[in-house]
Each structure stands twice: as structure tokens, then as C-alpha cells.
């Protein structure tokens, strides 16, 4: 049994595909799941099932119209809530594909559908765990619905317990989620490979007892993007395929008419030091990295129009892939890599970036500092007398931060802090962005630590 690893580092999930040097399996399959035709192609083999550990609740599965395309099995839980057509397994049923095994154990907590899938050839077992056990840590159980929290997080415990009981210990774990994902219900070990035996030694689920488990994970859950609230029904409605971009040499007007429209948003990919020196007023900056599309789909209100802008097509192209993964490519209007015409649009804006050295030397001055981190990072350690208001509530919280001086804002690496800067400046506010890490603060004693 062959077990590849197909990561999205942006969404902090894994994907796998398993074979048995003929046939292959496809688990977990994000948007662009051409990445698994290929890794099957790769190999030699072909795929002839599509499984699901569960309707998504952080991304827009591809495994749907991966197994459309092939024609091949769509495997889902029992009881997910499906609007089309799917073989629906049952706890303990058991799919013999090839010379691999695939027994469904219902494990609910991050949903009450929620399956585990054990593949073994006979000599080698692994278990696909989803948002079930992580490593070090489980999924969080709070997406489905907050009052069913505390009974999703008790079938949390007692789903890993029955895989740790049923399971041999040298079985391989292999979640989804866990590596960086909003849907870990808190750090994990940080481990890039483990064993069901490795985890009863240092998974708090099997470390707790059962009530200090539960307490301590609905008493850490912190927030989570919002577009996560669109994910399930996404799945569930069986998603499209992603359509094709449209990019366009969209003139300075018509640029300036999408900046004054409401619920229409320029979000533009450019490096945050770029768009800081020279941007249109009314836009917004997103810089293309790992993190573009959780922080896009956590502050754009969902079904707002979108008009992208880049420094090439190739930029637009991985822009426009990202937001797919979460559903949000089915409101891009358009797409721009005409600079000039755009940064023609309107009036301009720029503002300042600056250290945590040069915010030092201008405390004497009393500025107005502005936190974007979230609360967990905040009670480590932050800085005396800033204020706090973590990137996705800046908007809401507009009316908090003065219009009459400079805005000094930060987060933990310069990058969420880019966003908000962008924001305060969409919202006639002068911000300084502290493009800058963390730890300077440190180095410069410019922190307290909370106790």
C-alpha cells in the first residue's frame, strides 16, 4: 500500500491518494483536483474510488466532480445531509478495492457524520481521520452548530477512544486537518507523521480524562473565518466546476466604478510595501501568499462582488485558485494586470511603513497602536498601552479607531497588519503599517507578558 500526501498549505489540509500499485483510492480532495489525476498518473495507477471523511466545513471539495469526471465511485457518510446522488457508507462497512481494505468507522465530533476510513493491504494499516483525531490535538467541534458543541466535543472523546481501542497501535494516522487550519480546535504537536500509538502517548483526547478533554477544548475554541458558515451547504449541494477567469485591460472608470460601488470589492495581490506606496483609494490589499484566501473569504461579506488585480496573469491565475478552494471564485467579476489603468482609478493613497524600532522611538509622541492579533496571541504578551482589535473585527469596529491621527498597526509577522492598514486606509483612516516581526519586540523590550 502506497500512500501519497497531497497538501494545500494555504487551507492547512491534507489530501491523500492510496494504492496498491493498480487501483487507487482519492481521500479528502480539494477543489483542484486535477493535483490527483496527476499523482495518479504519476504512479501508474488509476483511481477508481472518491472518499470523504465528511462534508468540509473550511473548503469546497473537489471530490465531487473529481469522480463525476472519472465516472468513477463518490464514497460519502451516511447521514451527511447530500443533495445528490452518492454511495452513502455505513459504520463498519467495509470496501474491498483492489487488494486494499476500506472499513468506515463512524467517528463524530467535528461532525456529527463524521467518518474514519482504515485501509490496510493485509501487512500495512493507516487510518484516514479527517477532523477527527489530529496530531496532538483533535478537530474542532463547533462548526456545526454552537449549541451542539458540548455533545459534538463528548463524541469527539469517545470517537478517538474507540479508534484507539479498535485500532492496533503501530496503525499510521492521517488526518485532513491540523497544519494550520482554523478547523484544529487548538495547536497541535506539530508532528509531520505519527501513529495511533504515538498519539495515546501525547494527544490530549487520549491524555485527558474524558471531562477535563471536554473542557478544555470548548474553553479554547477561538474564532474561525466566516466563510466557513458556506462550506457544508457547498458540499452538500454537490459544487460546479470552477469556471474560467476572465482577465481584462479594464479602463481607469470603469476600475473607479467598482471602488465607489457597495458590495464591490478591488482586492489587490501586490506585495504589501507596493501597495502601501501606491494604491487607489477604495482598494483593498490582500498580498498573494498562504494566507490569502482564509483572510479574503474571513473579511469579504460573502456574495460581494469581486474585482482582482495583479502584477501578471500568473498572479491573477493563483489568486483565482485560491478563492476557489473556499467557493468564493463564483463572485470574481474580472480580473486586472493592467497597472497603469489602475492605479489610474480614482484618488490616490498611500501610507507609511515603519519598524517596531522606529514605533519605539515614537512612544514619546503617544500613538495610537493598533493590535490586529487574535486573543490567544495577545494574552502571551503584547504592547503597553496598545489597543486590541483582531484583523477580522476591524471593519465592525471602525468607530473605535480616531480619524484625526496616525494609526500604528501590527500584527505578528507584517502580514495581517498589511490588510487592516489597507482597511483603515479604505476607510479614511491613516494608518502605519509596522511591516515587522514580532519578536522585535522582544529584542527591544517593548512587550508585556501577561501572567
Known amino acids: 500500500m502506497r500512500i501519497q500526501t497531497?497538501?494545500?498549505?494555504?487551507?492547512?489540509?491534507?489530501?491523500?491518494?492510496?494504492?496498491?500499485?493498480?487501483?487507487?483510492?482519492?481521500?479528502?480532495?480539494?477543489?483542484?483536483?486535477?493535483?490527483?489525476?496527476?499523482?495518479?498518473?504519476?504512479?501508474?495507477?488509476?483511481i477508481t474510488h472518491v472518499l470523504e471523511t465528511h462534508m468540509h466545513n473550511d473548503y469546497v471539495t473537489g471530490?465531487?466532480?473529481?469522480?463525476?469526471?472519472?465516472?468513477?465511485?463518490?464514497?460519502?457518510?451516511?447521514?451527511?445531509?447530500?443533495?445528490f446522488a452518492a454511495y452513502e457508507i455505513a459504520d463498519n462497512e467495509v470496501l474491498e478495492i483492489g487488494k486494499l481494505k476500506a472499513q468506515a468507522i463512524h467517528t463524530p465530533g467535528h461532525t456529527e457524520?463524521?467518518?474514519?476510513?482504515?485501509?490496510s493491504d493485509g501487512s500495512k494499516s493507516a487510518v484516514f481521520t479527517g477532523g477527527g483525531i489530529l496530531y496532538g490535538t483533535v478537530g474542532r467541534t463547533d462548526l456545526v452548530s454552537g449549541d451542539m458543541t458540548k455533545a459534538l466535543t463528548q463524541a469527539q472523546y469517545d470517537s478517538a477512544q474507540r479508534l484507539g481501542n479498535d485500532l492496533s497501535d503501530d496503525a499510521e494516522v492521517y488526518p485532513t486537518h491540523g497544519f494550520g487550519s482554523f478547523?484544529?480546535?487548538?495547536?497541535?504537536?506539530?508532528?509531520?507523521?505519527?501513529?495511533?500509538?504515538?498519539?495515546?502517548?501525547?494527544n490530549i483526547v487520549f491524555t485527558a480524562?474524558?471531562?477535563?478533554?471536554?473542557?478544555?477544548?470548548?474553553?479554547?475554541?477561538g474564532p474561525y473565518p466566516r466563510y466557513y458558515a458556506h462550506m457544508g451547504e457547498a458540499n452538500q449541494a454537490g459544487p460546479d466546476e470552477v469556471k474560467q477567469l476572465h482577465i481584462h485591460s479594464y479602463a481607469a472608470d470603469e476600475v473607479g466604478a467598482r471602488l465607489r460601488q457597495d458590495n464591490s470589492w478591488v482586492i489587490d495581490t501586490r506585495s504589501r510595501k507596493l501597495f502601501a506606496a501606491h494604491h487607489p483609494q477604495g482598494a483593498v490589499g490582500i498580498e498573494l501568499g498562504k494566507s490569502f484566501s482564509t483572510y479574503a473569504g474571513w473579511i469579504?461579506?460573502?456574495?460581494?462582488?469581486?474585482?482582482?488585480?495583479?502584477?501578471?496573469?500568473?498572479?491573477?491565475?493563483?489568486?483565482?485558485?485560491?478563492?476557489?478552494?473556499i467557493g468564493?471564485?463564483?463572485?470574481?467579476?474580472?480580473?486586472?494586470?493592467?497597472?497603469?489603468?489602475?492605479?489610474?482609478?480614482?484618488?490616490?493613497?498611500?501610507?507609511?511603513?515603519?519598524?517596531?524600532?522606529?514605533?519605539?522611538?515614537?512612544l514619546p509622541n503617544k500613538p495610537f497602536v493598533l493590535d490586529v492579533r487574535q486573543q490567544t496571541e495577545r494574552n502571551d504578551s503584547h504592547i503597553p498601552g496598545s489597543h486590541h482589535i483582531p484583523l477580522q473585527d476591524v471593519l465592525d469596529r471602525i468607530d473605535e479607531i480616531p480619524d484625526d491621527e496616525e494609526i500604528w498597526v501590527h500584527c505578528a509577522?507584517?502580514?495581517?497588519?498589511?490588510?487592516?492598514?489597507?482597511?483603515?486606509?479604505?476607510?479614511?483612516?491613516?494608518?502605519?503599517?509596522?511591516?515587522?516581526d514580532y519578536s522585535k519586540v522582544v529584542d527591544i523590550g517593548l512587550f508585556k507578558y501577561i501572567a
Open 113 to 119: 457524520h463524521h467518518m474514519s476510513f482504515q485501509l
Open 300 to 325: 469579504v461579506p460573502w456574495s460581494d462582488r469581486l474585482l482582482l488585480v495583479g502584477d501578471t496573469e500568473q498572479v491573477l491565475l493563483d489568486a483565482y485558485k485560491e478563492l476557489s478552494r
Open 63 to 83: 471530490g465531487y466532480q473529481l469522480a463525476v469526471k472519472l465516472n468513477v465511485a463518490y464514497v460519502i457518510p451516511q447521514h451527511s445531509g447530500a443533495d
Open 413 to 436: 509577522s507584517g502580514y495581517r497588519a498589511s490588510i487592516a492598514a489597507s482597511l483603515l486606509s479604505k476607510m479614511g483612516r491613516t494608518p502605519v503599517l509596522v511591516n515587522d
Open 183 to 202: 478547523c484544529s480546535s487548538a495547536e497541535g504537536s506539530g508532528a509531520s507523521s505519527s501513529t495511533i500509538g504515538n498519539e495515546k502517548k501525547s
Open 209 to 221: 480524562e474524558r471531562n477535563e478533554f471536554i473542557r478544555q477544548i470548548i474553553s479554547g475554541l
Open 328 to 362: 468564493m471564485d463564483a463572485f470574481v467579476e474580472g480580473a486586472t494586470n493592467d497597472m497603469h489603468n489602475y492605479l489610474s482609478a480614482g484618488d490616490k493613497a498611500s501610507y507609511r511603513v515603519a519598524t517596531f524600532a522606529e514605533l519605539k522611538a515614537n
Open 6 to 46: 497531497i497538501e494545500t498549505e494555504s487551507l492547512g489540509n491534507r489530501g491523500y491518494l492510496i494504492d496498491d500499485g493498480t487501483v487507487a483510492i482519492a481521500i479528502d480532495v480539494q477543489r483542484d483536483y486535477e493535483r490527483w489525476i496527476d499523482a495518479a498518473t504519476s504512479a501508474g495507477v488509476t
